[in-house]
Structure formats: C-alpha cells, structure tokens
C-alpha cells in the first residue's frame, strides 16, 4: 500500500539545463539537507523533487553562481514545477500542501 499523504509528495522545480540550472540543484541540496532529494536528468532539463518541501534561497543559488541571482533569472530557467509555489524577497518555496 502506498502512503499519499501530503508530507511524501515530491515538490520541486523543472529546471532548464545549463549554469541557473546547476547551480538551483546544488543550491537545494545544500538549502534542504535532511530531505529526500531526487533529481531525474534528461537532456534538456532537471525535474528535482524533494520530499514534503523545497527551498531555493537566493542567497544560496548566487554563491554557487558566482554572483547574484534574482527571482526573475530563476523564474526564466524553470519551465515548469510541482507544488504549490511561496515566493517571498528571499526565497522560493515549493509545498506539498
């Protein structure tokens, strides 16, 4: 018998392939440590899923980039996501409830 409740559900960002890409995933590894984290690779995107809730701050994405990151540079590399989406001035949150 499968559990479906909400705190199993995977959530998470579909990220294009490329450097925003990259550096979202290894942002969420480091931003959700304790989770389950899967990331299924195709060839031209990433569908990361995290168990309950993913966060991706900002903050996080643009050390691993180099250099800041805005809301809207994210925005434009994730064609798609499953959850429900937070954004706030920080951090984008993706829930399973």
């Not at 925005?75 to 920080?90: K, L, N, Q, V």
Request: hydrophobic share 35%; proline share 2%.
């Amino acid at each position: 018998m499968t559990d479906n409740t909400d705190e199993n559900r995977f959530v998470g960002p579909v990220m294009k392939a490329g450097e925003i890409g990259e550096a979202v995933i290894e942002a969420i590894h480091e931003d959700n440590e304790g989770r389950k984290i899967e990331v299924e690779e195709h060839e031209s995107y990433f569908r990361v899923k995290v168990q309950g809730e993913c966060v991706v701050r900002f903050d996080t994405v643009s050390e691993m980039l180099g250099r800041d990151v805005l809301l809207s540079d994210i925005e434009s590399s994730m064609p798609a996501f499953e959850g429900f989406i937070r954004t706030d001035s920080e951090q984008l949150r993706f829930l399973a409830k």
